[in-house]
C-alpha cells in the first residue's frame, strides 16, 4: 500500500471518529442546554463527514451498491465473529463490566446489521419497502416499526427506538 492510501484511510478514520465524537458533544451541549454549542458541534462534524467521505472516494473504497453491501457484510462480520469477542473476553479479565457488556451489545447488533445487508444483497434489484427502527440504547436494528415490550439485545423498553430517516 503506498504513503498515500495509507494518508487517505487514516485521514478518513481520524476525519470519521471526528465527527461521532463532535455528535456525541452536541448532545452533551444540549442537555446542558447550550444549544448554541450544539449547533457549532453540529456543524463542524458535518464539515469533518465532507473530509471523511472526499478521503473515502479519493482511495477508490466506494464501489458499487453492490460491492458496498459486499464490503459492509465483511466488515460487521468481522466485528460479530473476531472483533468483539476478543474485546468481551479482555474486557471481562480486566474487571471492566461495563465495557463487556456493552462490547456484548455491539456484537450482536453487528450480527444483525450483517444479516440485514445480506438480505438486502440478495433483493437488490427489488428490495421491500420498510422502514428501519433504531434501538438507542444498543444500535439493535429492527425492520418495521418495533412492537416489542423490550429490545431483545439490550432489554430497553420500546420507547427507546426511533425510525431512521
Known amino acids: ?4 492510501m495509507e494518508n487517505l484511510m487514516a485521514a478518513f478514520a ?30 463542524a462534524a458535518d464539515a469533518e463527514t465532507i473530509h471523511a467521505h472526499g478521503h473515502l472516494r479519493n482511495a477508490g ?3 458499487t451498491t453492490a460491492e458496498n ?24 479479565a480486566e474487571g471492566e463490566k461495563v465495557a463487556a457488556r456493552y462490547f456484548g451489545f455491539a456484537n450482536k447488533a453487528e450480527e444483525v ?5 445480506k438480505k438486502m444483497l440478495a433483493a437488490l434489484e427489488s428490495p421491500e419497502e420498510v422502514d428501519y427502527y433504531n434501538c438507542s440504547v444498543c444500535g439493535y436494528t429492527h425492520e418495521g416499526p418495533f412492537d ?3 429490545c431483545p439485545i439490550c432489554g ?9 430517516d
Open 1 to 4: 500500500m503506498s504513503k498515500t
Open 14 to 43: 481520524g476525519e470519521s471518529q471526528a465527527n461521532r465524537k463532535y455528535l456525541a458533544f452536541a448532545k452533551q451541549a444540549e442537555k446542558e442546554g447550550h444549544h448554541q454549542v450544539a449547533r457549532l458541534f453540529r456543524a
Open 61 to 63: 473504497k466506494i464501489g
Open 69 to 92: 453491501l459486499k464490503a459492509a457484510i465483511e466488515g460487521e462480520t468481522y466485528e460479530f465473529e473476531k472483533m468483539y469477542p476478543v474485546m468481551i473476553e479482555e474486557a471481562e
Open 113 to 117: 446489521h450483517a444479516n440485514l445487508y
Open 148 to 150: 416489542g415490550d423490550k
Open 156 to 164: 430497553a423498553a420500546s420507547k427507546a427506538f426511533y425510525k431512521v
